[in-house]
Structure formats: structure tokens, C-alpha cells
């Protein structure tokens, strides 16, 4: 049995791990799904979750959990006094990621014990950060080899003890050529176990199935931080409204940056121009694609990695893209051909790059078609979780054997 290890599921971003988890399902892997974090009480889980709930095991409760953490390090105790000084030594220079890391502790202990009861042969965590730290813990305690995947932040950003996991990893899956070269560097003589597996993307059903498109329509999805450069976007709209040009807005997502973003809004009277829909299921995104003459996100290079799924997802339901030239995007995107790159933090440059494919629309369908044909060739679903699917099937073979 294999364990995925994950902040929190369901959640209400990462689609393309929702995805990824319901097709190793459909591949025949049986697993179960370890969150760190129960999902408070209204969260919105997308349909598509739930036939995935009865996999997933949370943390007892805090009661529960003290008695869990206690007993385990009344058993391990040198092994758990080991792990506790690596975190802490690893962490020295990022105290807000050590209490978050020590945090996890109470859950990985009492993970421990129930994949042990469970039979649990190989572990995979979802993000180097807190997930990674988890196992690499439980695997300290309990032998059970381990992986991780690595996608953004967590491995160019929040890295304390990046060298030390990837080294202890039985393998590392991420998720661009970029990224891959990036954790070589980091640990040389791995690197032929650091694999290259992209997002994939549901290409059927994400197949435009004839809604007709807003003209005008600029849609943006993501959740709703600073480095989205969203705010960008919106004073992109008001100086092409100032030029004549009757563009209108859809961003969908929530986060810290939603009442900012509304101040601007308002500010530059965009009020029913800009349309705030907030968080929606995956089932309500893919029409918000097909409605949209073109998908848009002028993200900013020192905070944002990988490919975001937004423009694979918009390309996949055939929508032309405007972007920023992120270090991993030319592996999608050629400039020109299947999509547009725009300067960051240029809100006129993003509006000239807008008004192009508004104003041409066969030059944008054609751009939208290349980029399709992309995202078959590297991005299909089906090739990338079956990739990864055997991937993780031979690590908990190996593991049985």
C-alpha cells in the first residue's frame, strides 16, 4: 500500500492533484491519503473529491494526539530526540518554518503507528515543505522508504533541509526540465533519481463543447496573492476601456489580496466590469475557460515557479494566453506561436498583448490551437499519471518484495 502525505484534503486549489490522485486511482494504486490538517468546518470540497474522502485518515484529536506523540517517543525515544535536532538545526535560519515544522510533529508520530497497523510500503509527499519533513520523519521511525514531489515555493522559496530530503528520498518527482536542473544542482549525485513528470490535464473534458466565448472576456484563475500580479491586470482593463476597447474581467479565486483587489476595482470605477466570482469547483472553472476570448497572468518572476496550471488549463479548453516570461514557461510556450509574453509589472504592455488577440481574433484561435497541440503532446493526463502511477507501483513493489 502506498501513503500520500499532504498539508490538507481536500482542498480548494491544486485541481491538478485532485486530478492526478482520481487517475493513480483509475491506474489500480491503492493508498491512502495522510492530511496534516483536518479541513475546517464549510469547506468546499470539489465534487470530484469526495469518492476520495473515505481514503483519507486526519489526525486524532488533540487528546488523542498528545497520548499518540507521547507513547512514540516513549518508544523511539533517541530516534525522536535525533529528528527533533535535525529539524531545529535545519531550520536555524527560518524560525517561522521550524514552529510550523515542529508543529507536524504530534501528527507524523501518530502517522506512524497507523501506517505501520496499515501495512503502508512506500510513502510520497505532495510538496518538499511540511508533507516532505513528515515523512522523512516517519521514515526515520518506522524504515518506510519515502518520496516526494516538489513543484514551487517549497523547493525555490521555504528550502531549509531541501538537500537533506532529496538525499534521503528514495526519488524526487517535480514537475519542469527547469525545476529538475535547479534540485540537481543542489545534490549532484542524485540526480538520476530526480524525475520530470508534468501536470497533466484532463484533455477531453476540458474540450471546448461549444459554449460561445464572451466577447471581451479576460479571465484570470489562482488564488488571489500579491505575486499573481493581478492587480496589474486590472489596471490593464481600465487603459484599454480608456482606449476604447470594452474589455471586461472574470477572476476566479479567493485569498489575502481579494480586498485590495476590490479597492482598485473600485478606484478606477470598474465596478460591474471586473468581475470578483471567487473560489469555484474545478466542474464550474472549465466553462469560465471556454467563455473567456483569452486566459491571463502576468505573475511575477521572484515569487512564482513551474507552469501554472491556469495556462495549461486554458490552453487545454482552447484559449489563447498571456503570461510573463517565467523561467519554466518555454517549456509550454513559444512567444508568438502558442501564447503571448508580456514584460511584469507593465500594466500597458499587458494591455497591447490583450488587445492583439482581441482585435485578431483568427490569430488568437491560432495561437490557441498550437498551444493545444502542446499541451497534448507533453501535458495529456493520461501519459503523465501514468508515468507517475508506475513510478510509485515499483517503489512499493520494491518495498513488498
Same mark, same amino acid.
Request: glycine fraction near 6%; charge should be neutral.
Given at each position: 500500500?502506498?501513503?500520500f502525505?499532504?498539508?490538507?484534503?481536500?482542498?480548494?486549489?491544486?485541481?491538478?492533484?485532485?486530478?492526478?490522485?482520481?487517475?493513480?486511482?483509475?491506474?489500480?494504486?491503492?493508498?491512502?491519503?495522510?492530511?496534516?490538517?483536518?479541513?475546517?468546518?464549510?469547506?468546499?470540497v470539489?465534487?470530484?473529491?469526495?469518492?476520495?474522502?473515505?481514503?483519507?485518515?486526519?489526525?486524532?484529536?488533540?487528546?488523542?494526539?498528545?497520548?499518540?506523540?507521547?507513547?512514540?517517543?516513549?518508544?523511539?525515544?533517541?530516534?525522536?530526540?535525533?529528528?527533533?535536532?535535525r529539524?531545529?538545526?535545519? $531550520?536555524?535560519? *527560518?524560525?517561522?518554518?521550524?514552529?510550523? %515544522?515542529?508543529?507536524? @510533529?504530534?501528527q507524523?508520530?501518530? #502517522?506512524? !503507528?497507523?501506517?505501520?497497523?496499515?501495512g503502508?510500503?512506500?510513502?510520497?509527499?505532495?510538496?518538499?515543505?511540511?508533507?516532505?519533513?513528515?515523512?522523512?520523519?516517519i521514515?526515520?521511525?518506522?524504515?518506510?522508504?519515502?518520496?516526494?514531489s516538489?513543484?514551487?515555493?517549497?523547493?525555490?522559496? $521555504?528550502?531549509? *533541509?531541501?538537500r537533506?530530503?532529496?538525499? %534521503?528520498a528514495?526519488? @524526487?518527482v517535480?514537475?519542469?526540465? #527547469?525545476? !529538475?536542473?535547479?534540485?540537481?544542482?543542489?545534490?549532484?549525485?542524485?540526480?538520476?533519481?530526480?524525475?520530470?513528470?508534468?501536470?497533466?490535464v484532463?484533455?477531453?473534458?476540458?474540450?471546448?463543447?461549444?459554449?460561445?466565448?464572451?466577447?471581451?472576456?479576460?479571465?484570470?484563475?489562482?488564488?488571489?496573492?500579491?505575486?499573481?500580479?493581478?492587480?496589474?491586470?486590472?489596471?490593464?482593463i481600465?487603459?484599454l476601456?480608456?482606449?476604447?476597447?470594452?474589455?471586461?474581467?472574470?477572476?476566479?479565486?479567493?485569498?489575502?489580496?481579494?480586498?485590495?483587489?476590490?479597492?482598485?476595482?473600485?478606484?478606477?470605477?470598474?465596478?460591474?466590469?471586473?468581475?470578483?466570482?471567487?473560489?469555484?469547483?474545478?466542474?464550474?472553472?472549465?466553462?469560465?475557460?471556454?467563455?473567456?476570448?483569452?486566459?491571463?497572468?502576468?505573475?511575477?518572476?521572484?515569487?512564482?515557479?513551474?507552469?501554472?496550471?491556469?495556462?495549461?488549463?486554458g490552453?487545454?479548453?482552447?484559449?489563447?494566453?498571456?503570461?510573463?516570461e517565467?523561467?519554466?514557461?518555454?517549456?509550454?510556450?513559444?512567444?508568438?506561436?502558442?501564447?503571448l509574453?508580456?514584460?511584469?509589472?507593465?500594466?500597458?504592455?499587458?494591455?497591447?498583448?490583450?488587445?492583439?488577440?482581441?482585435?485578431?481574433?483568427?490569430?488568437?484561435?491560432?495561437?490557441?490551437?498550437e498551444?493545444r497541440?502542446?499541451?497534448?503532446?507533453?501535458?495529456?493526463?493520461?501519459?503523465?499519471?501514468?508515468?507517475?502511477?508506475?513510478?510509485?507501483?515499483n517503489?512499493?513493489?520494491?518495498?513488498?518484495?
Open positions: 500500500m502506498l501513503a502525505i499532504v498539508n490538507q484534503f481536500p482542498r480548494q486549489v491544486a485541481a491538478y492533484f485532485l486530478r492526478e490522485l482520481l487517475g493513480l486511482l483509475d491506474s489500480g494504486l491503492d493508498f491512502q491519503i495522510y492530511s496534516l490538517l483536518s479541513p475546517p468546518k464549510g469547506w468546499k470539489h465534487a470530484d473529491a469526495k469518492p476520495l474522502l473515505e481514503r483519507v485518515v486526519y489526525p486524532p484529536a488533540p487528546g488523542d494526539l498528545a497520548r499518540h506523540a507521547l507513547g512514540s517517543s516513549a518508544m523511539h525515544p533517541a530516534k525522536v530526540t535525533k529528528m527533533l535536532a529539524i531545529a538545526w535545519g $531550520h536555524r535560519s *527560518m524560525p517561522n518554518a521550524l514552529a510550523k %515544522s515542529l508543529a507536524i @510533529v504530534p507524523s508520530l501518530a #502517522f506512524a !503507528r497507523d501506517m505501520q497497523a496499515r503502508v510500503h512506500h510513502m510520497h509527499a505532495n510538496w518538499a515543505t511540511y508533507p516532505a519533513t513528515a515523512a522523512m520523519l521514515s526515520e521511525l518506522t524504515g518506510i522508504p519515502y518520496s516526494f516538489g513543484h514551487a515555493t517549497d523547493i525555490f522559496v $521555504h528550502h531549509a *533541509m531541501l537533506e530530503k532529496i538525499e %534521503s528514495r526519488f @524526487v517535480t514537475c519542469t526540465r #527547469f525545476n !529538475r536542473g535547479y534540485l540537481a544542482d543542489i545534490a549532484p549525485e542524485r540526480a538520476d533519481r530526480i524525475r520530470t513528470v508534468y501536470h497533466g484532463d484533455l477531453p473534458r476540458f474540450a471546448q463543447n461549444g459554449t460561445p466565448r464572451v466577447p471581451n472576456r479576460i479571465l484570470t484563475v489562482g488564488t488571489l496573492r500579491a505575486c499573481k500580479g493581478i492587480d496589474d491586470l486590472i489596471r490593464a481600465a487603459i476601456r480608456e482606449r476604447g476597447v470594452e474589455a471586461e474581467l472574470e477572476i476566479v479565486g479567493d485569498g489575502e489580496e481579494r480586498a485590495a483587489l476590490e479597492t482598485l476595482v473600485r478606484s478606477l470605477k470598474l465596478e460591474g466590469k471586473v468581475i470578483m466570482a471567487g473560489y469555484l469547483p474545478q466542474e464550474e472553472v472549465i466553462p469560465a475557460y471556454h467563455r473567456a476570448a483569452v486566459v491571463a497572468l502576468p505573475a511575477h518572476h521572484e515569487d512564482h515557479f513551474g507552469i501554472p496550471n491556469i495556462l495549461i488549463e490552453l487545454a479548453a482552447g484559449t489563447p494566453v498571456v503570461c510573463t517565467l523561467p519554466s514557461l518555454h517549456e509550454l510556450i513559444e512567444h508568438g506561436t502558442s501564447g509574453f508580456v514584460p511584469e509589472r507593465d500594466p500597458a504592455a499587458l494591455a497591447d498583448a490583450l488587445q492583439r488577440l482581441l482585435a485578431d481574433p483568427p490569430a488568437a484561435a491560432r495561437m490557441a490551437e498551444g497541440r502542446r499541451v497534448a503532446q507533453s501535458f495529456d493526463m493520461k501519459q503523465t499519471v501514468a508515468e507517475l502511477a508506475q513510478t510509485l507501483k517503489a512499493v513493489a520494491a518495498r513488498a518484495a
